[in-house]
Each structure stands twice: as structure tokens, then as C-alpha cells.
């Protein structure tokens, strides 16, 4: 779910943002949701017109410290409060300009010792591991006190260079982490200055019931599942209720609305109206926060689709926390949207590079390569981000459609669907129905259809549609007349209103147009095809835009316009996007052009036969 990439910015983890799409908190670990910016030495910033120097100056050399999520040995659990403590300990030390922090989303890489600090660290090129474990527990008179022990371990040998035990009243805990920063950077000998020590000795709220709601939306941040959104909405507004100067709850609050809307789970004007007021809000707080120019950035690019606005606050952003993978890969997914793809799959790998343990990341790297049809690539970042999470929906349906696109080998793609797990079965049934209709069973794709909500929305293709749609589609792939299916009449009025109600969502004009071919009109559904295109060309906008060019072919080629479906066909296929000849081979939609000679030529140049 990259931040703004496929799987959301991250979500995130874009998700089309991750992201975003980065889910970005996963079953392999509470922080993967709680991603700490990470220092990476030289990342580089972005922009449209300053692209970056073939040959960067060298960067100055800084001390590398992994910092590990603590672990809560309460008895009342409060994993939330302990990773968050890591994470605040993280942002705090990162304020020191010669140290590079790491926060990895997992304690340990999959399958190695936890305890391995030495191990980690030199995955990592890092010279120190700092290490801790909180515990909360409630005093004689009924307070809530904390107990922090932790320690800094030198990499190279294991040795403890520096450990502390600190033990507090609860609400004293920004004071306890302010204490353990400042030991670390005396244990390392390093010098601060006064900026460095003020930004130090900062706290985020002085408002601990705001702060530890803060941190229970955390988890939920980064994903596409509307659930999980809207309980993370839910615990942001909470906090800046307890707190109106909370200006990172502000932030946060922001970029969840503008997923909400993103995601089209609320497209009204007031849901984008909050993200653009929180994220003001945000900075008026704190004018320097880099979480609030990030927040206003996503603001700018899910919310505006203004990718340059949404660079330069981005930049902002970085210019604050160089190296932070979660600015990182948001940039990355926004420079995608731009079409500078080596420039955003530059941006992608050191966001990995950041983080190796996020998925959010790695299924963003994935996607990317597969648009540019560099397909075992991107299925090896696909195999890496089902070893990451495995009980995650989504890195099984990028493989299925890699495989589907790399060579059109459906059995194989079944059976990466075969191993999604036993979840989010409503989310599921989609995939499961397009797999389906690709190997022509159409009974067992409206078996899977109905189970798939009413309103189905593809972030990974850039699609959206009501349910019945895809009804009508598979029903006229069988054989029905278009006319006669109710599916199809249906899927038409509601698209009808939807363009009533928002007359410039190209997304909304594409179904249409699909609608309408499927029923056989042809003038209408040329009509809203280009439309679609003309609202979203892919100079505009180069992921959605290309879905829209995919669109209008196929339009084209179920109206019985073969010409101008393989002009369309061979224009989508010089760009880059998922559409491949292997797709062309298999996609039913483009079972019209089977005996056309043009396209027949098309898939013999590109290797494949129809």
C-alpha cells in the first residue's frame, strides 16, 4: 500500500499510492507502521527543474546507530507506547547532524537471531545498536509509572559502551527520552549545537493521554483497507482533540484524510477540505515540521494530482529528515505520476535501501519495474515482500499479474493467488474473479464477484467501478447480449450519476465508456472514452493517465474499431504501464482483435501469437 504509491506513500508504504499504496502496519511487526525517518547519506532531493547531477559531491561521512523498537515487558502490553518511545528516541537523535539514525521495521531480519545485534548492524553498515525495553505499570496510588532500561552496543565486538536504567512517573516520559538522547550523544562524544540541542530537548505535545492516542493510530497509517483508515482517523482526531497544538497529530490526521479520499472511500469536497486545513494546521504550529511539508505534499498529490506543488514540499520535507524512506518513497511514487521513472525507481531503492524489512517499499519497487516491463524484477521484489509478509493480501496479487504480464502463464498466476491468506475476503474476490476471466471460466468469476463489495476499486490498475460492471463484462464475455444483461443496465445508471455528480473524474468517464461499449453504443462510448483520456492523458498524469489510454483500446476494439484499438494498443505499449503482449494475449477484452491482421502482426513482432 505505497504513501501515494500502489500500496500507499507506503501505502505505504502509494500505494495509486505506500501506495501509496505503503498496509503498513503487518503481521511481521508493529513498525513497519511506525517507520522512523532514516538517514541515508547523499539521497539526493527531486525536482522538475533541477534533476539530479550525474556525479553527486561526496557526502560528509556520519556515525551510523541502528535504533531497535523496545519491547514491552508490562503486563498491561503496551507495544504501542514501547515502539513509539523507540521511534520519538529515533526522531530526537536524528536532530543531531552527525549521526545517521536507522529505525528497521522489524527488531531483527526475518530468520536471523533477534539478539544479533552485530549482525544486523553490519547489514546495515552501522557502528552502534541501541536497544531497550519499557515497562508500564500503575504505583500504590494508582499512577501509571514507566520503567525504560536501555543500552548502546558497539557493533564491530558486542560491548556495551553506554546503559541506563530510568524509572519515572508516566506523564514524565518526554523528559526520560530527552535524557536517554542526550546520554547517547555524550556516550558517542559528539558535539551539538545550540539548534541541534534546542531541537533535541523538543517535545512533540505535552499531553501524554494525546501522545498515546497518537501512537494508537500509528499502526493502521499506511494501508488501503478502509477499516483500518478510519479506526487510525479516528485516534488522529482524538489526539489533536486532547491537543489542538499537537502539530504531528495534525500531520497525521491530514494524510489520512487525504487517503480516504485517495482511495475513494469519501471523495467529497469537505473530507479533502480537512486534509489541506490539518496539514496548515500543522505547519502554523510548527513552520519547520518536516512531517507537516510531507502531510501537505501527499495534500498536493493525492488530494490535487499537483505533482509539482507536491515535489517541492516533499523536498521540504527531506531537506528536514535526509534520508527518511517514507519521504523518500513518497517522492519516488510522485515522480512516477511525472513520468521520470529511472528518476522515481532511483527514489524507490534508496527508500529500500532505508528500510530493507518494509514491504510497503519493496511492493512500490515492484510495481515500478513491472510498469517497465522489467519483469523478473519486479518479481523479485515480489518474493521478497511475500518473505516480509506473508500474511499480507497484496504481494501475491502483484505477483499474479508479474506473471500474467512477464509471459502470460496463468497456472502459475493461479497458483500465487492460491497462496493469499485467509483474509479480507471481500478484497480478495476481485482478484480472484480478474484471474478467472483470464483463463476464460467465467462461472467461476461470478462466483468470486459475488462476494466482492459493491463498489470495487483496483489501486494497483488505477480503476474504479461499481460491482456490477464487472458483471456485465464477464456476462457479455459469455456470450450474452449486451442489451439483455440487467448487470450491464445497471452499471450504466449508476456510472450515469456518478459523472453527474463528479463531471471531471476521468476514472468515472473510462467505466462509462466500458459500460456503454459492453451494451454496444458506440458513439456514447467512444465519447467517454476520450473524454476519460482528455481529462487524464498520460502527460498528466503517467500511471492513471496510461490506464485511461488502455481504456479507450479496448473501447475501441469491442466497438469493432480494430485500427484505432491497435493505435491505441501500440501507444500503451510504448510507454510504460501493465499492459504488455503477454496481457494482450490472455485479456479477453481484446478478443475482438484476435482475427485482425494489425494485431495479430503486433503480437508476432513482440514474440507472441493470438
Request: proline share 6%.
Amino acid at each position: 500500500m505505497t504513501r501515494g504509491g500502489e500500496i500507499g506513500a507506503r501505502q505505504r508504504r502509494d500505494p495509486g499510492g505506500r501506495l501509496a499504496l505503503r498496509a503498513r502496519a503487518r503481521s511481521h511487526g508493529l513498525c513497519t507502521a511506525l517507520l522512523a525517518a532514516v538517514a541515508l547519506s547523499g539521497c539526493g532531493l527531486f525536482d522538475r527543474g533541477a534533476p539530479p547531477p550525474e556525479t553527486a559531491p561526496s557526502p560528509v561521512p556520519r556515525l551510523k546507530v541502528v535504533v531497535l523498537p523496545f519491547v514491552d515487558l508490562g503486563s498491561g502490553s503496551e507495544p504501542t507506547f514501547a515502539a513509539g518511545l523507540s521511534l520519538e528516541l529515533a526522531d530526537r537523535l536524528r536532530r543531531a547532524g552527525a549521526l545517521s539514525v536507522v529505525v528497521p521495521s522489524v527488531a531483527a531480519p526475518p530468520g536471523d537471531d533477534p539478539a544479533s545485534s552485530k549482525a544486523l548492524a553490519e547489514q546495515l553498515n552501522a557502528s552502534f545498536v541501541l536497544e531497550g525495553s519499557t515497562r508500564v505499570e500503575p504505583d500504590a496510588a494508582g499512577e501509571p509509572r514507566l520503567a525504560v532500561a536501555v543500552r548502546l552496543v558497539r557493533a564491530e565486538d558486542g560491548l556495551e559502551v553506554w546503559g541506563s536504567r530510568h524509572e519515572s512517573l508516566l506523564a514524565e516520559v518526554f523528559e526520560v527520552q530527552t535524557a536517554i538522547a542526550l546520554a547517547v550523544v555524550d556516550a558517542l562524544a559528539l558535539d551539538l549545537t545550540e539548534t541541534e540541542r534546542r531541537l533535541l530537548e523538543s517535545r512533540p505535545t505535552s499531553n501524554v493521554e494525546a501522545y498515546q492516542a497518537y501512537l494508537r493510530g500509528i499502526p493502521d497509517r499506511w494501508t488501503w483497507e478502509a477499516r483500518e483508515l478510519e479506526s487510525a482517523g479516528r485516534h488522529f482526531l482524538r489526539a489533536v482533540e486532547l491537543d489542538p497544538g499537537f502539530a504531528l497529530a495534525h500531520a497525521a490526521s491530514s494524510e489520512n484524510h487525504s487517503q480516504m479520499f485517495h482511495f475513494r472511500y469519501d471523495r467529497s469536497p469537505g473530507r479533502l477540505a480537512s486534509a489541506l486545513a490539518a496539514a496548515r494546521t500543522a505547519l502554523e504550529l510548527d513552520p519547520g515540521l518536516s512531517e507537516g511539508h510531507r502531510a501537505l505534499g501527499l495534500y498536493y498529490y493525492w488530494g490535487q494530482r499537483n505533482f509539482g506543488l507536491a515535489l517541492t514540499e516533499l523536498n521540504a520535507a527531506a531537506a528536514g529528515r535526509p534520508g527518511d524512506p517514507v519521504v523518500l518513497s513518497s517522492i519516488g511514487v510522485v515522480l512516477r505520476r511525472q513520468g521520470r521513472w529511472d528518476e522515481a525507481l532511483e527514489a524507490l531503492r534508496q527508500a529500500a535501501a532505508a528500510d530493507p524489512w518494509d514491504e510497503v517499499t519493496i511492493l512500490d519497487l515492484a510495481g515500478t519495474c513491472a510498469r517497465m516491463r522489467r519483469w523478473d524484477e519486479a518479481l523479485a521484489h515480489c518474493r521478497r515482500a511475500i518473505e516480509l509478509a506473508p500474511d499480507d493480501v497484496f504481494p501475491y496479487v502483484f505477483g499474479a499479474r508479474i506473471l500474467r504480464g512477464r509471459d502470460g502463464n496463468l497456472a502459475e498466476a493461479g497458483r500465487m493467488l492460491d497462496r493469499m491468506p485467509a483474509k479480507d475476503a471481500a478484497q480478495q474476490a476481485y482478484f480472484r474473479y480478474e484471474q478467472a476471466l483470464v483463463e476464460r471460466d467465467t462461472e467461476s468469476a461470478l462466483r468470486w464477484l459475488a462476494q466482492a463489495g459493491d463498489q470495487i476499486s483496483d489501486p494497483i490498475s488505477e480503476e474504479a467501478a461499481p460491482r456490477a460492471l464487472y458483471e456485465c463484462e464477464c456476462r457479455v464475455f459469455a456470450g450474452s447480449p449486451g442489451p439483455d444483461v440487467a448487470a450491464c443496465l445497471a452499471a450504466r445508471a449508476a456510472l450515469e450519476q456518478a459523472r453527474e455528480l463528479s463531471p471531471g473524474d476521468a476514472t468515472i468517464h473510462a467505466a462509462l465508456g466500458w459500460a456503454y461499449a459492453l451494451l454496444g453504443d458506440r458513439e456514447n462510448a467512444v465519447a467517454a472514452g476520450e473524454r476519460a483520456l482528455q481529462l487524464l492523458p498520460p502527460s498528466d498524469d503517467a500511471m492513471a493517465g496510461h490506464a485511461s489510454l488502455v481504456r479507450l483500446a479496448k473501447i475501441y476494439a469491442r466497438v469493432g474499431e480494430p485500427y484505432r484499438a491497435v493505435k491505441f494498443i501500440q501507444k500503451a505499449l510504448l510507454l510504460p504501464g501493465w499492459i504488455s503482449p503477454a496481457t494482450l494475449r490472455v485479456d479477453p477484452a481484446f478478443d475482438p482483435l484476435r482475427r485482425d491482421p494489425r494485431f495479430a502482426e503486433l503480437l508476432r513482432i513482440h514474440g507472441m501469437s493470438g
